[in-house]
């Protein structure tokens, strides 16, 4: 038996679902704006990570829609504001959802949700979306107070279910909810073992010609993770930087850079087009090349 956990925005719950609540207020642009709105929601997670201020996601949320609205030039009152921050408790589960944890389940697999949401918010989102049912255990990462994909956050699952339950932690990213050609490739985060050993965790979204995909029959299809989300150097004085990769659901590929015991953060599109891609990079880049990159970011406002 293998305990696989699932993201659940983007995993098992479809994040797009929010666009019918933003039309009325968008229009036209409802699709940038909900592009902006995830993109942002997603660097301020990021931002919170690599700084170490927890905040829960529902007031992240909100604050990404603030500078999302600003950025799109779109007038929501106060109240149609909370209105669709409370909309992310309300989206639909993607059709491949409830299925494969069903087949994951009959196989004698454990499924885990495992997300950055609050547990209240989860509870009411996973609830509506039908798949509370489905899953064995919901985690939040508020039980740690820092958001994913900080290491704290990442051990946390197994932290919870003890020593052995941490040997056997498959952790399960974006695939469900893709095309079927793009489900061919792994997702984000995948974990597999070989009979009797332990689960490994392979990052990124696969480029051409990817990895092997998981399947629901519980079979292999893990490498040895070879990505980073997040990376510490120093700068020319010695002091002491985090970087982190932030990439959106809609393509934008960023590094976000926070320096230790300050509240400023820096940002700097990367040259990526994919997670995957992004990963590789970071995890190529000599320290040299992040103090490069530092002094060319630009001051993060939001």
């Not at 989860?122 to 994913?148: C, N, Q, R, T």
């Not at 792994?186 to 092997?212: E, L, T």
């Not at 590929?253 to 992004?278: H, I, K, N, P, Q």
Request: glycine content about 12%; hydrophobic content about 40%.
């Amino acid at each position: 038996m293998k305990v696989i956990g699932f993201d659940v925005f983007g995993t098992l719950i479809d994040p797009g679902g929010i666009a019918d609540a933003l039309r009325p207020y968008a229009g036209g642009r409802t699709g940038e704006l909900l592009a902006e709105w995830r993109r942002t929601q997603l660097e301020h997670a990021f931002r919170r990570a690599a700084m170490g201020r927890y905040l829960p996601f529902d007031r992240v949320t909100r604050a990404a829609l603030d500078r999302a609205l600003t950025a799109c030039g779109v007038e929501v009152p106060e109240a149609g504001r909370e209105q669709l921050v409370a909309g992310w408790t309300r989206l639909p589960a993607f059709d491949e959802a409830a299925p494969t944890l069903d087949a994951l389940r009959a196989a004698g697999h454990r499924c885990v949700a495992f997300s950055n949401g609050t547990p209240g918010g989860l509870a009411a989102l996973l609830a509506h979306a039908g798949l509370e049912a489905h899953l064995d255990d919901v985690l939040s990462v508020e039980a740690v107070g820092i958001f994913k994909p900080a290491p704290a956050a990442r051990r946390a699952p197994g932290q919870r279910r003890g020593r052995r339950a941490r040997r056997h932690l498959a952790r399960v990213g974006q695939c469900l909810g893709r095309d079927r050609r793009a489900c061919r490739r792994p997702p984000r985060r995948v974990g597999a073992a070989r009979p009797g050993r332990g689960v490994r965790s392979v990052g990124g979204d696969a480029g051409p010609g990817g990895r092997r995909p998981v399947r629901a029959d519980g079979g292999r299809a893990v490498q040895r993770r070879r990505h980073r989300l997040m990376r510490r150097f120093t700068d020319a004085a010695g002091q002491e930087w985090t970087v982190a990769l932030s990439a959106g659901s809609y393509g934008s590929v960023t590094l976000m850079f926070a320096r230790a015991g300050d509240t400023g953060v820096y940002w700097l599109a990367l040259e990526a087009t994919t997670s995957a891609e992004g990963q590789e990079m970071l995890a190529r880049f000599s320290d040299d090349e992040l103090r490069t990159r530092l002094e060319a970011a630009e001051a993060w406002v939001g």
